[in-house]
T-cell receptor, first 111, second 111 residues
Framework: GQQVMQIPQYQHVQEGEDFTTYCNSSTTLSNIQWYKQRPGGHPVFLIQLVKSGEVKKQKRLTFQFGEAKKNSSLHITATQTTDVGTYFCAGGDTGGFKTIFGAGTRLFVKA | DGGITQSPKYLFRKEGQNVTLSCEQNLNHDAMYWYRQDPGQGLRLIYYSQIVNDFQKGDIAEGYSVSREKKESFPLTVTSAQKNPTAFYLC??????????FGQGTRLTVV
């Protein structure tokens, strides 16, 4: 079945350093979504990418969708302690309504 | 005030007992989903529903059952056949292939 792999599983950074998480799908996706889950909370939607090669920015966050629509990345510039949490990618399958989540990357930021 | 509501927040189950987790949304979304999250892990899809009176198994449906009699409601029953039910359960809803809105989650513990 369709799988969405996400790496790394964990990342420890010093405040001010950059951070990137990568997402790869075994099949072509209709779209990719990114979510953030704070410790003890529920996932909150960040953004959706639909077009091949699409790049979107939200302040210090940059999201990319690969040309083949099988991979994506989230890059955070100059991390802050408020960035702490788990970042999930979620791929929409082209055949139906199912959204498959990656395992997430847990970000730790040391002040 | 639109949103998605899960109840209860915490639930304790005895061995061999069935329990039902509630999920209600007033966002007028057609699609609803149930995910399971284990500590430090990603989201695994249990069941999803695209429309009233229709639902499909996700990746880990064994030991769980659902119903979708109303658009607003998608309850999940954790049956005694689920051998390791202790987890954080998240319900979500969406318009097809767009952002998912998550409830606050139900933390289920077997005692």
């Amino acid at each position: 079945g369709q799988q969405v792999m996400q790496i790394p599983q964990y990342q420890h950074v010093q405040e001010g350093e950059d951070f990137t998480t990568y997402c790869n799908s075994s099949t072509t996706l209709s779209n990719i979504q990114w979510y953030k889950q704070r410790p003890g909370g529920h996932p909150v939607f960040l953004i959706q990418l639909v077009k091949s090669g699409e790049v979107k920015k939200q302040k210090r966050l940059t999201f990319q969708f690969g040309e083949a629509k099988k991979n994506s990345s989230l890059h955070i510039t100059a991390t802050q302690t408020t960035d702490v949490g788990t970042y999930f990618c979620a791929g929409g399958d082209t055949g139906g309504f199912k959204t498959i989540f990656g395992a997430g990357t847990r970000l730790f930021v040391k002040a | 005030d639109g949103g998605i509501t899960q109840s209860p927040k915490y639930l304790f189950r005895k061995e061999g007992q069935n329990v039902t987790l509630s999920c209600e949304q007033n966002l007028n979304h057609d699609a609803m989903y149930w995910y399971r999250q284990d500590p430090g892990q990603g989201l695994r899809l249990i069941y999803y529903s695209q429309i009233v009176n229709d639902f499909q198994k996700g990746d880990i449906a064994e030991g769980y059952s659902v119903s979708r009699e109303k658009k607003e409601s998608f309850p999940l029953t954790v049956t005694s056949a689920q051998k390791n039910p202790t987890a954080f359960y998240l319900c979500a809803s969406s318009i097809v292939n767009t952002e998912a809105f998550f409830g606050q989650g139900t933390r289920l513990t077997v005692v």
